[in-house]
T-cell receptor, first 114, second 115 residues
Framework: AQKVTQAQTEISVVEKEDVTLDCVYE???????LFWYKQPPSGELVFLIR??????QNEISGRYSWNFQKSTSSFNFTITASQVVDSAVYFC???????????FGTGTRLKVLA | NAGVTQTPKFRVLKTGQSMTLLCAQD?????MYWYRQDPGMGLRLIHY???????AKGEVPDGYNVSRLKKQNFLLGLESAAPSQTSVYFC??????????????FGAGTRLSVL
């Protein structure tokens, strides 16, 4: 069975703090893809990053970084020096080409307080 | 560059009424999806299509029907709306299964209330 778990329902931090959003996935497939999407208060879903199962290299993009660890089936997302504009709901998703389906976690609501 | 366009953006229905939500993409994508988003439940797949003329059921298909008569359009129908279908509906599309083609692009959403 495919599953994505985002155990953190809501996180509140003060501006400039670092914050990590957790994502744990389950799949029996050896080829799969993991995604993070951001949903700001305006409601649209914005693609942030995609990682395939053969590439465990961590990635950094500005204040954002992602840590992919197959050994723990996790794909965590860290925001460094958070800003109020980072306030949003963040979704982690899993895709396996054999199913054509994307499985989304329930999301983590991040509130960054000024 | 419009991307994925959903119409309408908002709608209020009475129980038992029918309606169709339209999703249109201008990126020549093969794959299209309909999701619903409910508080605390993330996005759940209703139906999807892997190409023109094809449709398949997702996780929560009951009460919905879909059609993909043209590659660029994916319609979601509610034949007899129920209060349980009050939700925000998102359409998404992607070009293919591998590489960057499996990045999904989403519409802005349709907020539906069924009274």
């Amino acid at each position: 069975a495919q599953k994505v778990t985002q155990a953190q329902t809501e996180i509140s931090v003060v501006e400039k703090e670092d914050v990590t959003l957790d994502c744990v996935y389950e799949t029996r497939d050896t080829t799969y893809y993991l995604f993070w999407y951001k949903q700001p208060p305006s409601g649209e879903l914005v693609f942030l990053i995609r990682r395939n199962s053969f590439d465990e290299q961590n990635e950094i993009s500005g204040r954002y970084s992602w840590n992919f660890q197959k050994s723990t089936s996790s794909f965590n997302f860290t925001i460094t020096a958070s800003q109020v504009v980072d306030s949003a709901v963040y979704f982690c998703a899993l895709f396996t080409s054999g199913t054509y389906k994307y499985i989304f976690g329930t999301g983590t609501r991040l509130k960054v307080l000024a | 560059n419009a991307g994925v366009t959903q119409t309408p953006k908002f709608r209020v229905l009475k129980t038992g009424q029918s309606m169709t939500l339209l999703c249109a993409q201008d990126m020549n994508h093969e794959y299209m999806y309909w999701y619903r988003q409910d508080p605390g439940m993330g996005l759940r797949l209703i139906h999807y299509s892997v190409g023109e003329g094809t449709t398949a059921k997702g996780e929560v298909p009951d009460g919905y029907n879909v059609s993909r008569l043209k590659k660029q359009n994916f319609l979601l129908g509610l034949e007899s709306a129920a209060p349980s279908q009050t939700s925000v509906y998102f359409c998404a599309s992607n070009a293919g299964l591998g590489g960057a083609k499996n990045i999904q692009y989403f519409g802005a959403g349709t907020r539906l209330s069924v009274l």
